[in-house]
Structures are given as structure tokens and as C-alpha cells.
Nanobody, 116 residues
């Protein structure tokens, strides 16, 4: 059974930091590109950052560039999102995603709330 389980969300003040984790099981983690998405209330889900399976090339959306860092530990089948300098507009449910060709797996999401 494929599972992606996020953890690490919570309530933090603006300017603070959180590290999200996503533990994967049930598929060959190394072969999959991984990504973090988020969905704020009343808004569509949007991509935040991704990291390739092959050479670990990373990509960040402009609104998190310089503040967030994505990483993966293939030995632990786990992906991370380190979020620094958090802003109230970062408040959302954060989802991890693993994808390869036509396959795409999602976690259940973890709430991140940034107070001003």
C-alpha cells in the first residue's frame, strides 16, 4: 500500500521556522520526483517546490525562494521542507507528492498556520 505521511505542521509566529517531513512507503522512493504543494482556504492547490529523482535538482516558486529548502533522504524514504522566515500568507495545508511518469501519490496534508 502506497503511503505518504506528512508531519511537522503547526502554529508559528511570523518570522519563525518549521520543518515538514513526509515519510513514504509502498513505492520505490528513489525513482520518484518529489514535491510540496499547499492549499490555503478558498484557494486552489499550488506548487511550492520540487526535487528531481535523478540528480536532486531543485525548483522553488518565487514566493518561497530564499526562505524554503526542499530535501530528500532516499535512505529513509523521507522528504523534507524547511521553512524559514514564515509569513502569514504561508498559512495553508501542505501536501507532499511523489510522481513518476503517469503515477502520482499524495499525502493527507499537514496544517501550517503563521500568526502575525
Amino acid at each position: 500500500e502506497v503511503q505518504l505521511v506528512e508531519s511537522g505542521g503547526g502554529l508559528v509566529q511570523a518570522g519563525g521556522s518549521l520543518r515538514l517531513s513526509c515519510a513514504a512507503s509502498g513505492f520505490t522512493f528513489d525513482d520518484y520526483a518529489i514535491a510540496w504543494f499547499r492549499q490555503a482556504p478558498g484557494k486552489e492547490r499550488e506548487g511550492v517546490s520540487c526535487i528531481a529523482s535523478s540528480d536532486s535538482t531543485t525548483y522553488y516558486e518565487d514566493f518561497v525562494k530564499g526562505r524554503f529548502t526542499i530535501s530528500r533522504d532516499n535512505a529513509k524514504n523521507t522528504m523534507y521542507l524547511l521553512m524559514n522566515s514564515l509569513k502569514p500568507e504561508d498559512t495553508a495545508v501542505y501536501f507532499c507528492n511523489g510522481r513518476r511518469k503517469h503515477q502520482s501519490y499524495w499525502g493527507q496534508g499537514t496544517q501550517v498556520t503563521v500568526s502575525s
